[in-house]
DNA sequence: TCAGCATTTGCAATTATAGCCAAATCGCCA
DNA sequence: TGGCGATTTGGCTATAATTGCAAATGCTGA
């Protein structure tokens, strides 16, 4: 893999990696509904406020969130509708493989 | 978020995590167009074995590729095909954002 | 200007990951 | 059976990620 593949592919992975966490995903499918402040989502996940503004800092610097102040709150948003076809694949790696363990305990 | 949603987002991200890591993400794109066997995929890499095995078993830990032993070699095939929608959505939000960092430019 | 809420940033400790080398397995064939 | 190539596993070190607390920043209304 040469320089230029593997530059490729950390592009991609930056954005990978930050969906890939629990509280992250969690934000990204709430933000898929609509917009939120930082107070509402940070009571909806439950850990400490800079905690979750750290994990919505990280989604913003990718790209996959957008945010925009209102005072002294941050509105924050999607910036790509596209988490559902990402998500659609991930289900289906779940399913399938729920399926096959549900074929061997029979 | 309780403990039941919690769950949920977490074997979602197992999945995710999966291909959060360029080398991963280079041999599930290699993957998608064959089978292939793991000196193929060490020798394309050109990591050590014993990290690309351990690569290939993580990723068919969590579901997404499947291996076949043919005598002393083994072959690994995608398990999902979707690997290209979840890709889609990763190259919209890189272009969202070249697009955008190219207006700023002007 | 000052107090007060909303949010972000700096810091330090804990935990998870990645990579390589060496050693163990596994199947094949002389 | 013994050796060989292919692959996996164990062990260890270095690096990166996550978290909450405390402090800083920003905005608003008195």
């Known amino acids: 893999m040469d320089e230029r593949t593997r530059a490729k592919y ?6 990978i990696k930050a969906m890939a966490h629990p509280t992250r995903l969690f934000l990204v499918s709430e933000l ?3 917009e939120r ?3 509402e989502l940070t009571q909806m996940v439950g850990a400490d406020v ?25 509105f ?6 596209c988490i559902l076809e990402f998500s659609d694949c991930v289900e289906s790696v779940l399913r399938a493989t729920a399926e096959e363990q549900l074929a061997l305990a029979e």
Chains 1, 2 share one sequence.
């Open 10 to 15: 950390e592009a991609r992975v930056r954005i």
């Open 32 to 34: 898929s509904r609509g």
């Open 37 to 39: 402040c930082v107070c």
């Open 50 to 74: 800079s905690t979750v503004s750290k994990h919505l800092a990280l989604l913003k610097s990718v790209g996959i969130v957008q945010d925009r102040k209102e005072g002294s709150q941050v």
């Open 76 to 81: 924050y948003s999607l910036r790509c509708p």
